[in-house]
């Protein structure tokens, strides 16, 4: 279980490291990294206990609003506390590398048993800045993608108001004329001046449909291209 453990975090952790829950000592499992701030932080870990260690770590390299928050996570009863046997823990904070670069970190703790039967954890570190800035690409290119759609539907609410407000008035007008056209039936100057209004007022009419149906086949379109001719997206 502990190859196991130490094995699987050494693939994704810069450094590894064992801790005796029951003495309160830490000690260097493996470490791969080339980061010449962690390198320094192996040099510091030496012949001190792991809650001296973590401390140390922690008032040197982690930003200030995040020691706090981790002094209580990383303490050895917090961990026995919220990890289970077999259990993961894993930890975002952010630290400051010796060139004063800021970076995101992730600590991963994994509890397991010694080989005296007390508890013990495996821990392992990583900077996951690139993660966490893909992360953040990508909730900025949602959030903008909502403001678009969120824009676009105002857009559209907005134009759907005035159509039906110009559709009205030409409506209204055909219908109007349409009653005097039968009321006055007998004054052929007063017919062929209501057909004449009838007529331009059936073309704006027909303008604005044209332009309502023209705007639902852009829509279409756009969505046939975002989801493919299939509507199922691939």
Not at 65 to 94: C, F, M, W
Not at 122 to 128: K, L, P, Q
Not at 184 to 196: F, G, P, T
């Amino acid at each position: 279980q502990y190859n196991m453990l130490t094995n699987g975090l050494s693939r994704e952790y810069s450094s590894v490291w064992y801790i005796d829950a029951t003495l309160n000592l830490v000690s260097l499992v493996r470490s791969n990294t080339k980061s010449v701030t962690t390198k320094r932080v192996l040099e510091g870990v030496k012949e001190v206990s792991y809650e001296m260690a973590i401390q140390n770590y922690i008032d040197k390299y982690v930003v200030p609003e995040d020691r706090k928050r981790l002094y209580h996570q990383t303490s050895i009863a917090e961990l026995l506390k919220h990890i289970p046997h077999d259990g993961v823990y894993r930890i975002d904070y952010a630290r400051t590398n010796l060139d004063g670069r800021r970076c995101q970190f992730q600590a991963c703790f994994a509890r397991d048993i010694s080989v005296k039967g007390t508890p013990c954890f495996i821990a392992g570190f990583r900077d996951v800045q690139s993660m966490f800035m893909a992360e953040q690409l990508k909730r900025q290119e949602l959030a903008e993608a909502r403001r678009v759609a969120e824009a676009a539907n105002a857009a559209k609410t907005n134009f759907l108001f005035n159509m039906s407000h110009d559709i009205r008035t030409p409506m209204n007008a055909i219908m109007g004329f349409r009653d005097l056209l039968e009321k006055h039936q007998d004054d052929a100057e007063r017919c062929r001046h209501y057909l004449l209004t009838i007529k331009e007022a059936s073309k704006v009419l027909l303008s604005i449909i044209n332009n309502v149906l023209e705007m639902a086949r852009i829509e279409k379109g756009k969505l046939v291209a975002l989801l493919g001719p299939s509507g199922s997206g691939k």
